[in-house]
């Protein structure tokens, strides 16, 4: 590491959440300290940033064009919303039309996912940082299209594949600037509380049938599997696209969590989960502002964060299920299923 590159990144380093606290006073810790605020230039960088149109992933994108990306372009379910979404932050910016674009990119569909990958080729010429945000938290049981349930799909199969799909893009720009570009992950502490009971296999269960399966669906804990999932698949990218260049990644891939925020997250939530929820954020939420320094801050880490877990400013364990033999060995029969499937549909 160069020494600029270690200054840059000691100057995004905090502190974290006192040792040994549980996880009620590290949300409330976290809301009361919220990441510091990046002010790392991303000038000549086209940005690319998903479920851009509300959020946690708007307010990243309106700090993206604040720093000067050359290019932020907004992937979004609904091309209405994202030129709403495009208006704010010319707004909040004073940034050229032309240094927004909107796209757009259904993640409940593969087909919407390679069609998009294929599209950004002819919308930019490079891709220096990728950040695959989009989320969803549904309260009850429901499948996509594709037969999978619905947060498996959009958070984790077609996370996977449009991030395979983007890749080649990504290192192309990299080997033109010389220095990695960036695939951020955005994930959620909530990982770190699965536990090995959540998720054991019978002899030659395949993990994402059962996790699909209506009987597995659970309010409480299918949310922290689906975000471990996504700690499952950063792991798989590292290992099988990712290379080491003279010394140096050619794409560094992480994971920023946010931090619990007030979002739009619990959009579908009924009543009774609707309420303690907007307690809880009332008693230990960050803003959606606060919570994106993460995710930006997370695509500055180049080599430093690769591989890793980054949240409240600092590389963090994310839980048991991905340190111990088990998880690790879970690990690696969930990236092959969800690479099996991506390479599938890839054809
Ligand atoms: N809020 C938290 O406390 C928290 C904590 C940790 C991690 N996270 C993660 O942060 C990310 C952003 O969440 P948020 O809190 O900002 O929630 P949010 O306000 O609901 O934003 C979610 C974004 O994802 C988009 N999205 C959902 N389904 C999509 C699909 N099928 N195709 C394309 N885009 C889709 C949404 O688009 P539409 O508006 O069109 O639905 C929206 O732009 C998620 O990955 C979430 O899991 C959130």
Redesign the pocket.
């Known amino acids: 590491m160069t020494m600029a590159t270690y200054k840059q990144i000691e100057s995004l380093m905090g502190t974290g959440p006192p040792a040994g606290a549980k996880q009620m006073q590290v949300m409330r810790w976290a809301s009361k300290n919220p990441p510091k605020d990046p002010n790392a230039s991303f000038s000549g960088k086209n940005v690319l940033i ?8 708007l307010q990243a994108a309106i700090k993206f064009a604040a720093l000067d990306a050359a290019k932020v372009i907004l992937a ?3 091309p209405a ?1 994202g030129e709403e979404a495009k208006q704010k932050i010319i707004a909040a910016t004073k940034r050229e039309s032309a240094a927004v674009i909107v796209m757009q ?4 569909s593969f087909e919407s996912v390679k069609t998009f990958a294929v599209q950004i080729q002819a919308q930019v010429d490079r891709l220096d940082v990728a950040v695959l ?5 549904p309260p009850k049981y429901a499948t996509e299209k594709t037969g999978w349930e619905s947060a498996l799909q ?2 984790v199969l077609s996370t996977a594949l449009l991030a395979i799909l983007l890749v080649p893009m990504l290192k192309d720009t990299a080997a033109k600037a010389g220095r990695p570009s960036q695939l951020t992950i ?1 994930g ?1 502490f909530a990982c770190q509380y699965v536990q090995p009971d959540e998720l054991k296999l019978s002899p030659g269960e395949k993990l994402l049938e059962k996790m699909t399966s209506p009987e597995h669906f659970n309010v409480e804990k299918s949310y922290g599997q689906i975000k471990l999932l996504t700690q499952y698949v950063m792991k798989g990218l590292v290992d099988d696209y990712s290379y080491d260049v003279n010394g140096q990644v050619d794409v560094a891939i992480d994971v920023a ?5 007030s ?3 619990g ?1 579908d939530f009924p009543w009774y989960i609707a309420l303690p929820t907007k307690l809880m954020h009332l008693y230990c939420a960050r803003t ?1 502002e606060e ?1 994106s320094r993460s995710l930006v801050s997370g695509t500055l880490l180049g080599n430093a964060g690769h591989g890793k877990f980054w949240t409240n400013d600092v590389f963090t364990d994310p839980g048991i299920m991905v340190t111990s033999d088990e998880g690790k060995k879970l690990q690696r029969q969930a990236w092959k299923e969800i690479s099996d499937i991506c390479k599938q549909k890839m054809g």
């Open positions: 998903t479920g851009s149109n509300t959020g946690i992933g979004v379910r609904s919303k990119l259904d993640m409940s945000n989009a989320g969803i938290a959009v958070n955005t959620s969590c946010p931090g619990y925020c979002t739009d997250l959009r959606a919570g």
